[in-house]
């Protein structure tokens, strides 16, 4: 599928690799051109809060809300500031209300500032990404990310999109439990036994519009998202009713996301900057009733590593 967006994403600030840079501020006409189906409407209006951070740099935590056939902006859902910040390396949670029983925790900076450069490099270096062939609209393509899964034994297989994943054990990479206990800590009485990781090797690859909604994570899934290196918006917007209420959007593409696409005027839409060392959390009847996407941004120049938690039922 091809809804390409073409934007900016913001800078990380220095970290003294250079490594994994990506840069630059949306602009207005970008951010309307990046909302395809909804060019008039979105004249990029959105707020941003801004935060300061360690290093003293002025950084955006990119919470981002649009209201689509409004000229004004207006907030749709309710944010909650759950732990000030007092110190400016605390980390900061919010909660998202997307109404109808779906919400999303964010927090920026979950993890240590340094020790996210740690396991992003280690990422980087150690996991056996692919970059394989998928099905989309009945055709193959190469899935325009790179990608790898871990799971516990015995689980159910993921296949999306016409690919069944190889599944790695927890065991050969130890800071992925590391990780896990990090997001047990923040989220108790959670639990997961498997994970799909992203590797987005800059400005062109991206995840486009679908839900993880497979009948093995059950009706209402929690995943847990922690995002390393360039920083990306992952964008939401609700599905049409038709489209909550069984047919299955999962994967980059599917005769249900067609009829979305025409009907998306009407759809609120949630944008959130991941920063590096975040956690977002999707939980409820998010995947039911919304679509996720990263979009490619022209300036995220650098790479960016994403890892999905999940729990096969
Ligand atoms: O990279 C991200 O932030 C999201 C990835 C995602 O949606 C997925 O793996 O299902
Ligand atoms: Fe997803």
Redesign the pocket.
């Known amino acids: 599928m091809e809804e390409d967006y073409v934007s900016t994403a913001a800078n990380k600030p220095s970290d003294g690799t250079g490594k994994f840079l990506g840069g630059g501020q949306i602009t207005a006409n970008e951010e309307a051109e990046s909302l395809n189906e909804t060019k008039k409407n979105s004249s990029g209006h959105k707020l941003k809060e801004e935060v300061t951070c360690k290093d003293n740099s002025n950084y955006k935590t990119g919470l981002h809300h649009y209201h689509q056939d409004q000229r004004r902006m207006s907030l749709t859902s309710i944010v909650a500031v759950e732990s000030p910040t007092s110190s400016s390396d605390a980390p900061i949670r919010r909660t998202i209300d997307l109404g109808h029983g779906s919400d999303l925790i964010y927090i920026q900076r979950f993890l240590p500032f340094q020790q996210s450069w740690t396991f992003c490099d280690y990422l980087d270096n150690h996991i056996p990404w692919t970059r394989p062939t998928i099905r989309v609209f009945g055709r193959s393509c190469l899935q325009p990310r790179d990608t790898c899964y871990v799971a516990s034994s015995g689980l159910t297989a993921l296949v999306y999109s016409g690919y069944q994943p190889n599944a790695y054990s927890w065991d050969e990479f130890p800071p992925l439990k590391e990780i896990l206990d990090a997001i047990y800590k923040a989220l108790p009485g959670s639990r997961f036994n498997s994970l ?1 990781l ?1 590797r ?1 090797k800059g400005a062109s690859d991206y ?1 486009s519009w ?1 839900a ?1 909604d497979e009948k093995i994570y059950g009706p209402t899934p929690e995943i847990a ?1 922690v ?1 390393f290196g360039c920083e ?1 918006d ?1 964008v939401l917007k609700k599905k049409k009713h038709e489209e909550s209420s069984g047919e299955n959007t999962t994967g980059d593409g599917g005769p249900a996301l067609k009829r979305l696409k025409k009907s998306s005027r009407e759809n609120h839409q949630q944008s959130l900057t ?1 920063k590096h060392g975040s956690l ?1 959390v999707m939980r409820g009847y998010t995947q039911r009733d919304w679509i ?1 996407s ?1 979009p490619k941004r022209a300036k995220a120049e650098g790479t ?1 590593i ?1 890892l ?1 938690f999940r729990l096969v039922l």
């Open positions: 799909l992203n987005y995840v679908h993880d998202s995002s990306r992952f991941l977002l996720h990263v960016r994403n999905t």
